[in-house]
């Protein structure tokens, strides 16, 4: 059972939501058989169901590697639009002997039944999956200004290639990252690259910085700019903030005009339009991207880097963010050793 007391913030409404800290072992040892027939142990990653309930209704079953289980689930009720809030949640509490994740709201989540009625399974590993509302506001979206230099790409590539990770010693997950220019700010490994991507927005949400309150704007002017920056539909950030006054000092969720985001996946429909909900206009992956991903990246204007490795890449989408920098390519790393890649007992 978890323990209560390990909470990570605490408060009333206004304040962020308490967490749970019940990080779960990342992978496990068993024992195989390899091509000379010797015995032998190695590590796989784990792998288990999580069972969400919102106001003790049951939602959804997750299936996860279990690093930041918590920030998964908080991710998750916000790239899926059924909170608009950080401060909607009161308390997130994960138990791993039921394999539950018990969510508690201050107001509940209007009108849930219908807005979680119509499902999207998704591809890719453990099948995400995206209520259906969520393809409709792409058209709502405006992604703020950014650029990406080469440098800062390779740079990107670089810190990805050196990190330490479940992938080298396990194999079998996705990584996911989010920088700020060629600074990794946080990475984090699960599963599926969809459940990777929704704890990085749940660690946005939960990470900000204390600031003044914003000026008064007149007719939801306000609003519409903030979400505009942040790549949220203003119709949403106008709804959350209704119906109470603004606190002196207010958290303020990072935002994603200045950020990167990486992946070792594919570049999905999914993957794209949680990016552009995350306010992060530039996303980048060591593999490719489908048809419908391209499509939505065109369609947000996002810039999308596929099959980055090394010095090689492709830009799918948006190469106007892109500050190409052609004599780059040729310098050799400063490290030959490629530490992307698995150990040999792990890519078995």
Known sequence: MTDPSSC??????????????????????????NERGEREDVHIPAERPLTVYVDKRELVTLMTLGAEPELLVLGYLRNQRLVDSVFDIESITVDWEVHSAAVRTHRGIARIEERTASKVVTTGCGQGSVFGGLMDEVDRIALPAATLSQAELYGIVNAIRLKESTYKSAGSVHGCALFRGAELLTFVEDVGRHNAIDTIAGWMWMNGEARAPEPEYGAGQGDALTAQSAGVPASETASANAGGPTPASVHTAMQGADKVFYTTGRLTSEMVI???????????SRSGMTQMGHSVAQQLGLCAIGRATNR?????SGADRLILQPELAQTPLTTPQDASEPTAAAAR
Request: net charge positive; proline share 10%.
């Open 8 to 33: 990570a913030s605490s408060g009333g409404p206004g304040s962020l939501p308490r967490l749970t800290r019940a990080r779960a072992p990342l992978t496990h040892v068993v024992q195989v058989i």
């Open 274 to 284: 949680k990016s552009a909900q995350m306010g992060v206009p530039i996303v980048v």
């Open 312 to 316: 090689r890449f492709v830009c799918y």
